[in-house]
């Protein structure tokens, strides 16, 4: 494949294929600056703390400069990094059970990685459209819906930009 030519992986969840749960970055993403901020920098929206070559949530360090973090950015701009898409009847039935679990897995992953978070939760016709901040949270929410309760998973990503697409259907 040429370097202009455009390849785009599409995944679905079942059989194990090669390499297919590696997202490799291939360009630069906008939103991670292309030097570590200064430390100690804090974001002045969420608070977070860039600290030992990181974002985490700490204690602002005394004499911290402010910068906002790549996650408040991406808010800021509308711009997500994930697309999760979830429809079915089983959706619909279970709403707010499956909504629950989404919840729950991105508490987890924000705790953790600051970075990572919901930007929006939207109600479409046929079921739900969650935006993040981040795509291996939009992965990690998909995974845990196919983990829980089975049905079809899917991942679309091109190559070369870093915004995943996911979607789960039972």
């Known amino acids: 494949m040429s370097k202009h030519s455009k390849a785009t992986r599409f995944h679905t969840i079942g059989a194990p294929v090669r390499g297919a749960g590696v997202i ?15 430390e100690p920098t804090v974001c002045p929206q969420c608070r977070a703390a ?11 360090p005394a004499g911290s ?5 790549p996650a408040c950015k991406r808010i800021r701009d509308k711009f997500p990094a994930g697309f999760v898409t979830l429809e079915g009847d089983f959706f619909a039935q279970h709403r707010d059970e499956l ?15 600051p970075l990572q978070r919901i930007m929006a939760i939207e109600d479409t016709a046929g079921g739900a459209l969650i935006t993040t901040t981040d795509i291996h949270l939009a992965r990690g929410i998909g ?3 196919h983990h829980a309760h089975q049905g079809e998973l899917k ?7 870093t915004l995943l697409r996911v979607h ?3």
């Open 143 to 145: 995974e845990a819906l």
């Open 168 to 170: 789960w259907n039972r």
């Open 65 to 69: 400069r402010e910068e906002l973090c």
């Open 50 to 60: 860039f600290h030992e070559g990181r974002w985490q949530w700490i204690a602002s």
């Open 99 to 113: 909504m629950k679990l989404v919840n729950n897995r991105a508490e987890r992953a924000k705790a953790e990685h």
């Open 24 to 38: 490799v970055e291939r360009e630069h993403d906008a939103y991670q600056s292309d030097h570590k901020p200064t």
């Open 155 to 161: 991942f679309h990503y091109e190559q070369g930009q």
